[in-house]
């Protein structure tokens, strides 16, 4: 077997910087591929060479094929990884791969159309004899037929894009009524995902385990699974925690979904990584559900439990060589789990969140912890692709510490510039249900009131934490000229500041007093209490409050309507505060302004108009579908009102915060 000398890595973001990894640890050179948007990004920066090809937007960039092919040749690399997503499960690229004289690392061109139709996928793992969920999967997709299948199969089921995965074109449907409405929505998002809006009807199971395994296969008829992962910790049919193994599964359990994962592969003439996906009901009992023809987003917790890089056997069978081991030669170490770090924001349907990350502190590699993500502190999530930040891998003896460990991880884990999910990701590992093992797709809405606690009023401790920080900004250390000092001097008196805060609606007023020997008496809404400031080389602050001695992190930042926000981070929490200039007064009117209008939650295009001006609407009641990051929103009326102006079309594009829909009613 011959090595490849260089590679072209046909993808962004943190599988990129992965591969990248594995190749520099072999001795192959790489060559990145980047748009418009991510001339500056971090796989730009680790590969051996980078190649811009085009736009901002994927269509127009990562997404064309002969593009990246001609710059493979040109730059004399002799192999693409397509990474996942993109061009990863696209047979006629692959093809095209393998014309111009390219070798493609992932499976034969044939295999990928084979399991690149979900239907078609089914009647070949019938022929398989893997077991298959109940269902309809034909080529007849008029609405009436569609329904009457629905109705044959019985309430709720799910509607699937039959091209494409990511939870993209997926509906769950649980009554007649409101089937069609649901069936143009899949049909539609599916079509505008993957260029096909066939769709098929499935059973679904009410309260489901999504557990998949692992294979891989070579060139020479062998064929192995590595175990199992469960990913049933999911939103909107996206997963959020990923682990291997997955728990309560046994040893016949386990065999006998590898055999089946295993039959699948074989069926369609498997070769490299691929992950063979199955629904499985708490009784044990599984049925296939699709095929993903690539390496996984979560690959890494079975990479921790096996001690094998799967890059690395992906460029070894590509390259036309053996599997590194026998199936009875792998084994399972400990437990491993995955989480993904996401700009988004839970509270609101886990709407994307774009902008610049002006703080990131990331956890700390380990001989426990991996982390594997495409940016850095300073760049920027745009609205073109998906909102990673990052993924956090722990590995440790057994899930109970995992749990224990990443929890931690994540109240540790600093974001500033973009909401994210870290504070539900703590949740979910510290939650007891589910360290207990109680684990399907529906825990988090079944649990959501108690992941989703809103944040109650500030506490002294936070409020004080963002005081002393602005205290050190406005006196730094060091300064010796008397009119430098900024100390709140006063004539007969002791020096004090007034810091004033916005905490939601709370006005909060903290008085500061400087003390002759250095300390500061804060005089905060629970009580006045004694404190010290020193600030570390690292731009952490030294905190002593009362008889509590501890870390903490401030950023500040100017909001885009002038305010100033100061976010800390200290034992695991973080809290936004506004600062209040008292000389301001439109600072409080920025705050408290109402409006009398629908405005765009991020970047996007109208797709479908509910209202015209002139209509009377209900609370609730559904006024628009925007299109972003591969996601249909619906917006809805956020109380009841006639419609004065809708201010965009079918079709355009609207940033974020944009005014969409305005309302008469003022309110």
């Known amino acids: 077997m011959k090595m490849f000398n260089k590679i072209l890595i046909a993808n962004r973001g943190e599988i990129a910087c992965r591969v990248i990894k594995t190749a520099r640890k072999l001795g192959i050179k790489t060559v990145a591929v980047y748009s418009d948007a991510d001339r500056n990004a971090r796989h730009v920066a680790m590969a051996d060479e980078a190649v811009h090809i085009g736009p901002s937007a994927a269509r127009e960039s990562y997404l064309l094929g002969d593009r990246i092919i001609e ?57 398989a004899r893997v077991p298959l969920v109940p269902g309809y999967h034909g080529d007849d997709q008029s609405p009436e037929l569609l329904a009457a299948e629905a109705a044959r199969i019985g309430f709720p089921v799910l509607i699937k894009a039959a091209a494409g995965g990511g939870g993209k074109g997926m509906r769950v449907v649980e009554s007649a009524e409101k089937f069609a409405d649901a069936l143009a929505g899949a049909k539609r998002e599916a079509k505008a995902s993957f ?128 599997m590194p081991l026998a199936q009875d030669q792998l084994t399972i170490d400990g437990h491993a789990v995955e989480v993904r770090l996401y700009a988004e924001d839970p509270a609101r349907n886990f709407l994307p969140s774009t902008g610049t990350l002006l703080h990131l502190r990331l956890p700390e590699e380990s001989a426990h912890v991996r982390v594997d993500t495409g940016v850095r502190q300073g760049d920027t999530v745009t609205p073109f692709y998906d909102p990673m930040i990052a993924k956090v891998i722990v590995h440790d003896r057994d899930r109970t510490s995992a749990l224990r460990r990443m929890a931690a991880l994540m109240g540790a884990t600093e974001v500033v510039g973009v909401t994210t999910n870290a504070a539900l990701l703590k949740a979910l590992c ?29 506490d002294d401790r936070a409020i004080a934490v963002a005081t ?37 609606e709370r006005d909060i007023v903290v008085i500061v007093r400087r003390r002759r020997d250095g300390t500061l008496g804060l005089e905060l809404p629970g009580g006045s209490v004694e404190a010290t400031i020193r600030r570390h080389d690292d731009g952490a602050l030294g905190i002593v409050l009362g008889s509590d001695t501890f870390e903490a992190r401030v950023v500040r930042r100017t909001l885009n309507d002038g305010a100033i926000e100061y976010t800390s981070f200290a034992g695991g929490e973080s809290r936004r505060l506004l600062l209040v200039d008292p000389l301001d007064v439109t600072q409080y009117e920025a705050i408290a302004s109402g409006d009398a209008a629908v405005r765009s939650p991020l970047p996007g295009k109208i797709i479908d108009l509910r209202v015209k001006a002139g209509d009377s609407v209900s609370k609730g009641q559904p006024l628009l579908v925007l299109e972003a990051m591969k996601m249909e929103h619906t917006l809805s009326a956020p109380a009841d009102g006639k419609v004065k102006s809708v201010r965009y079309a079918v079709g355009e594009q609207v940033t974020e915060g944009a005014e969409l829909i305005e309302f008469e009613d003022a309110g």
């Open 71 to 127: 710059v493979a040749r040109r730059t004399g690399a002799e192999a693409v990884h397509p990474g996942y997503g993109f061009l990863s499960e696209n047979a006629g690229f692959a093809e095209a791969c393998v014309k111009a004289g390219i070798v493609f690392i992932g499976p034969p061109p044939a295999a990928i159309r084979a399991m690149g139709s979900k239907s078609e996928a089914k009647k070949i793992m019938e022929k």
């Open 195 to 322: 260029a096909d809006d066939h769709v098929l009807v499935e059973k679904y199971l009410t309260r489901p385990r999504h557990i998949e395994i692992q294979v891989f296969a070579d060139g020479h008829g062998d064929c192995l699974y590595l175990f199992e992962r469960d990913c049933s910790i999911q939103r909107r049919h996206q997963k959020v925690i990923e682990e291997a193994p997955a728990p309560d599964m046994d040893p016949a359990r386990r065999k006998a979904m590898g055999e089946a994962a295993v039959a699948a592969a074989k069926a369609i003439g498997y070769v490299g990584a691929g992950t063979v996906e199955f629904i499985a009901d708490q009784d044990g009992t599984f049925f296939f559900m699709e095929m993903n023809t690539r390496l996984q987003v979560e690959h890494p917790v079975t990479e921790a439990i096996t001690g094998q890089d799967l890059v690395e056997w992906q460029l070894v069978v590509a390259a036309g060589g053996k």
């Open 430 to 458: 510290a939650h007891p249900a589910f360290v207990g093992g109680e684990v399907d797709t529906g825990f988090i809405e079944r649990h959501r009131d108690e992941l989703f606690v809103k944040a109650g009023p500030a």
């Open 468 to 504: 002393l920080a602005r205290i050190a900004e406005v006196q730094p250390a060091g300064a010796a000229d008397p009119w430098d000092q900024k100390n709140g001097f006063r004539l007969l008196d002791t020096g004090h500041d007034e810091v004033r805060w916005k905490d939601g």
